[in-house]
């Protein structure tokens, strides 16, 4: 019976170290996006309450694909620094709002925990872009 027992247990933490893995491995909510899918977008930071349209949907879209998002979390609300809202109207008529504020991402209202490197490249990718405009 204890040699059953002890057998069992290299194959529960095996098990356990998978599972940790997979819930810290996150999701890539835009994986599959491309910039053909994009018809039109546009960004809008806060501050400086500025909204600028963006004309290379190739570079949005590959921003977009590096997001890794890993839970839902609300307490975005809670912080405060600067908001960058991509608002894209896709090709098949739905609309998208991205919310780019390291260490979350909103979209479509919903906030998640994200990985803060893509994040912060997409909110330079906006003030990028408002300084060239």
């Known amino acids: 019976m204890k040699k059953k027992m002890f057998a069992a247990v290299p194959v529960l933490f095996l098990a356990a170290a998978l599972f940790a893995m997979g819930l810290s491995a996150g999701q890539k909510p835009f994986a599959d996006l491309q910039a053909g899918d994009i018809a039109s977008a ?33 307490s975005y609300q809670d912080y405060a620094g600067q908001t960058c809202l991509f608002v894209i109207e896709k090709t098949d008529g739905t609309r998208l709002e991205v919310t780019a504020f390291s260490p979350f991402v909103i979209i479509n209202g919903v906030g998640y925990r994200c990985r803060p490197e893509p994040c912060e490249a997409l909110s330079q990718y906006a003030n990028r872009i408002l300084q060239e405009t």
């Open 42 to 74: 546009r960004v809008q930071l806060f501050p400086p309450g500025e909204t600028v349209p963006l004309r290379d949907s190739e570079r949005l879209a590959e921003l977009l694909r590096k997001i890794v998002v890993y839970r839902e979390d609300d």
